[in-house]
């Protein structure tokens, strides 16, 4: 067995959590997005459902199947897209983007993102970084489809 630094056990341990038990993985009744998307390298497969409230994701959808790592990383998309704004949703889209670059993130920007931080790790194997932004990808790539009139100006 190879030797595992309490962080990274950790991380994987979030990461085998998300992979086994997904969350929100049930579909949504009428949902106002949905998009499909898939890796051929992995053979990695997901569906994204959002339903929106006043400009939030009132119900998040995402359900697949494939290796471990597309897997959790479309969990956590669920789990964090919860009540979110368009905009947070794709300043998290940046961010995960940029932490498997390998930039630095700040506190914050940390924060924001939660537990895919457990997601750090991949980066060190570029063929998996495709399967942990599938679910991002196809995230960003819905919510710039989506249809401007329909958005709610909210003044917060
Ligand atoms: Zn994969």
């Given at each position: 067995m190879r030797a595992l630094s309490e962080l990274d056990e950790l991380y994987e341990e979030i990461i085998l959590d998300h992979y086994r038990n997904p969350r929100?993985?049930?579909e949504l009744d009428a949902p106002d997005l949905e998009i499909?998307?898939?890796?051929?390298?992995?053979g990695d497969e997901i569906k994204i459902q959002l339903k929106f409230e006043d400009d939030r994701a009132a119900g998040v959808s995402v359900a697949g199947r494939g290796c471990a790592i597309?897997?959790?990383s479309a969990s956590?998309?669920?789990?964090?897209s919860q009540g979110r704004t368009r905009e947070e949703m794709k300043n998290s889209v940046t961010l995960v983007r940029r932490m498997m670059r390998g930039e630095e993130l700040s506190d914050s920007e940390?924060?924001?993102l939660g537990d895919l931080e457990a997601l750090?790790?991949?980066?060190k194997y570029p063929v998996r970084i495709k399967c942990a932004l599938l679910s991002w990808v196809a995230l960003e790539d819905m919510l710039d489809d989506y249809p401007a009139a329909r958005q709610q100006v909210s003044e917060r």
């Open positions: 929100n993985n049930r499909e998307a898939d890796n051929p390298f992995c597309s897997q959790s956590l998309l669920a789990e964090l940390l924060d924001d750090r790790g991949v980066r």
